[in-house]
């Protein structure tokens, strides 16, 4: 299975923007699929994730009740809408499979990445 995320691009403090993660074949109703991003000069954290069998999501403390990641099986698509974005957010955003076990906030317990997508956010 290969993933592209998509839907970066800059936005002003407050906005809001919807990112993309589409597989290239069924994959969300069988594995937990988590976002992540890697500001510059930083490690990569983990932002929100949904699980493959029940679609139960997470999210870090920071995006709480700002971010809502969400799918849509039929189009093998993970949502992840961003809202009140804030300069702290600027960062490269990622997509990627959980390997279904470890801790799935950990980067290291992820498999298969997809490109990531630029999020900018001005002041």
């Known amino acids: 299975v290969q993933l592209q995320a998509s839907g970066g691009g800059l936005v002003q403090t407050g906005g809001s923007l919807r990112l993309s993660c589409a597989a290239s074949?069924?994959?969300?109703?069988?594995?937990?699929i988590g976002w992540f991003r890697q500001a510059p000069g930083k490690e990569r954290e983990f932002v929100a994730r949904?699980?493959?069998?029940?679609?139960?999501?997470y999210y870090a403390d920071s995006v709480k009740d700002r971010f809502f990641i969400s799918r849509d099986v039929a189009k093998n698509t993970v949502y992840l809408q961003m809202n009140n974005l804030n300069p702290e957010d600027t960062a490269v955003y990622f997509c990627a499979r959980w390997i279904a076990t470890g801790n799935p906030t950990d980067p290291l317990n992820y498999d298969v990445w997809g490109r990531g997508t630029l999020v900018t956010v001005s002041s």
């Open positions: 074949e069924r994959t969300f109703s069988r594995n937990t």
């Open positions: 949904i699980s493959g069998s029940y679609g139960i999501t």
